[in-house]
T-cell receptor, first 115, second 107 residues
C-alpha cells in the first residue's frame, strides 16, 4: 500500500494556461475525491467518483474545471484558462467505502500558483 | 452546508486538555475528524456514527450527539505532537469540512 499519490507536487503557470493534475488512489479504493484548500480554510469539495462514474460535482465549480477517472483507477483534474483565484492546494483522497462508513486517505496535494 | 467549529484557535501547554466542538445546522449521520500538520495532508483520526458513541485514538477521543447535531473532540494530556489544525467533517455521500481549529501545544 503506497498511499495516495499526486503529481506534480507543485505547479506554477501563467494566467490563461491549462493545467492537468494526476491522482493515483490506493488500488483497492473505489471512491476518489478532489478537494481544494486555500490558506486558513478547510478542504473544499470539488467532485467525486465511484469507480469510473463521476457522481457529484460542486456547484461552485465552474465549467473550466473537469475531472475524469477513465478506468476507475487514476484520476485527472484539468483546469482550463487558469485564473489567479485558482491558486490553491488541490488534494485528492480515496476511500474504500462511502464516507458514512470509513475515512479518507489524502494525497500530499498539488500546489498550484497562477501568476 | 459547512459545519461550524469552535474555538478557531487554542494554545495549550504540554499535559493540558482541550475540547474542540463541531456543530451542524443539518441532521448528522456521521462525523469525521482529521488532523493536518503544517505543509502536510489531512490525516484521518476517527469516524463517529449515529448512536452517540465515543471513540478513541491515542489520548484523543470524540463524542457524537446526533440530536444536538454536534460532535466534540477531546484531547487529554496533550503532547507536542498534537499540534496542528483539526477538522471535523459532516458526511452526506461526501465529507464537508469545517474551517478548522488550529491547536498549538507548547512546552
Amino acid at each position: 500500500d503506497t498511499g495516495v499519490s499526486q503529481d506534480p507536487r507543485h505547479k506554477i503557470t501563467k494566467r490563461g494556461q491549462n493545467v492537468t493534475f494526476r491522482c493515483d488512489p490506493i488500488s483497492e479504493h473505489n471512491r476518489l475525491y478532489w478537494y481544494r484548500q486555500t490558506l486558513g480554510q478547510g478542504p473544499e469539495f470539488l467532485t467525486y467518483f465511484q469507480n469510473e462514474a463521476q457522481l457529484e460535482k460542486s456547484r461552485l465549480l465552474s465549467d473550466r474545471f473537469s475531472a475524469e477517472r477513465p478506468k476507475g483507477s487514476f484520476s485527472t483534474l484539468e483546469i482550463q484558462r487558469t485564473e489567479q483565484g485558482d491558486s490553491a492546494m488541490y488534494l485528492c483522497a480515496s476511500s474504500l467505502a462511502a464516507g458514512e462508513m470509513g475515512g479518507y486517505t489524502f494525497g500530499s496535494g498539488t500546489r498550484l500558483t497562477v501568476v | 452546508q459547512q459545519p461550524v467549529q469552535s474555538p478557531q484557535a487554542v494554545i495549550l501547554r504540554e499535559g493540558e486538555d482541550a475540547v474542540i466542538n463541531c456543530s451542524s445546522s443539518k441532521a448528522l449521520y456521521s462525523v469525521h475528524w482529521y488532523r493536518q500538520k503544517h505543509g502536510e495532508a489531512p490525516v484521518f483520526l476517527m469516524i463517529l456514527l449515529k448512536g452517540g458513541e465515543q471513540k478513541g485514538h491515542e489520548k484523543i477521543s470524540a463524542s457524537f450527539n446526533e440530536k444536538k447535531q454536534q460532535s466534540s473532540l477531546y484531547l487529554t494530556a496533550s503532547q507536542l505532537s498534537y499540534s496542528g489544525t483539526y477538522f471535523c467533517g459532516t458526511v452526506y455521500q461526501k465529507v464537508t469540512f469545517g474551517i478548522g481549529t488550529k491547536l498549538q501545544v507548547i512546552p
